[in-house]
């Protein structure tokens, strides 16, 4: 099964990393944020990728063109007949990765849409290259194909960027919480679709989360797995540092690829 990862956005409230390079090659722990998603997956037995590149897309595809040599020791013959020898095996060896340029400007629908042709089975699963969770990916599958429906989206009960007081009339603050869960329900990504998905994407501006969800939504071809978990999107750069702060902590929710590989649906 294909695992889309969305790479292609500029990262704007991201500038002090992203102006360098692109948000999924930002790193945690010395790694790209894209290797942890990418490793998250292919713990669940998925590790068919097709990555969706646009902003600095070039550097992700040096990032995959260059990684025998970076994550192995290696000895290169020099001269006409040039070759190297790579020594040793790095963890992703059964990994396959499509390198697919789908615009600088393209939207998320668009940027699905122009992958269509690397897509051949009628299942497949989309995330966003910029969020990691610990969700567990088979039986977000096993669910997904229990419905019957077109599309799957991960839901997360998302927490307040603001700290959220209870105001009397005169000025009284009688509570206060600091960045309590909300109530609702917010998406995140880590999601399954039908490939008649693609039916209802359109061209360059069409956003996924817009006109294809709604309809989605309207047509009752929309459900939604809900994930009591840990999810964390790096939009800004503290919450590149949150992540980096896990991750060297050692207490990384998302990092459960040491386990033994789980088989997904």
């Known amino acids: 099964m294909k695992v889309v990862i969305l790479c292609g956005g500029q990262g704007t409230r ?4 992203t102006e360098f390079r692109p948000k999924p090659l930002v790193e945690i722990g010395g790694r790209p944020i894209l290797w942890h998603i990418m490793k998250m997956y292919a713990h669940y037995g998925l590790s068919d990728f097709v990555l969706c590149l646009g902003y600095k897309g070039n550097m992700i595809k040096d990032y995959f063109l260059n990684y025998e040599a970076m994550n192995n020791d290696f000895t290169i013959h020099l001269g006409s007949r040039c070759r190297m020898d790579f020594h040793g095996e790095h963890e992703e060896q059964d990994f396959q990765v499509t390198l697919a340029d789908t615009g600088l400007e393209t939207m998320t629908g668009g940027r699905i849409r122009r992958v269509a042709q690397h897509i051949k089975g009628d299942t497949f699963c989309v995330t966003y290259g910029d969020g990691v969770s610990d969700v567990n990916i088979a039986d977000l599958l096993a669910f997904h194909k229990s419905h019957g429906k077109l599309a799957t989206m991960t839901t997360v009960r998302p927490y307040s960027r603001y700290g959220i007081l209870d105001l009397a009339q005169d000025g009284r603050i009688k509570s206060f919480v600091e960045k309590p869960q909300i109530d609702g329900s917010a998406n995140a990504g880590f ?46 750069y503290r919450e590149y540092k949150v992540l980096n702060d896990l991750w060297d902590s050692g207490k990384a929710p998302w990092k459960i690829w040491r386990n033994e590989r789980k088989a997904a649906a």
Do not use: K, S, W
Not at 14 to 17: T, V, Y
Not at 217 to 228: C, I, T
């Open 191 to 236: 999601m399954v679709f039908n490939r008649r998905i693609f039916d209802y994407l359109g061209g360059e501006d069409c956003f996924l989360e817009q006109e294809p969800m709604e309809r989605l939504a309207r047509e009752g071809q929309l459900m939604g797995y809900r994930h009591d978990g840990f999810f964390f999107a790096m939009d800004t």
């Open 14 to 17: 991201l500038r002090e990393e």
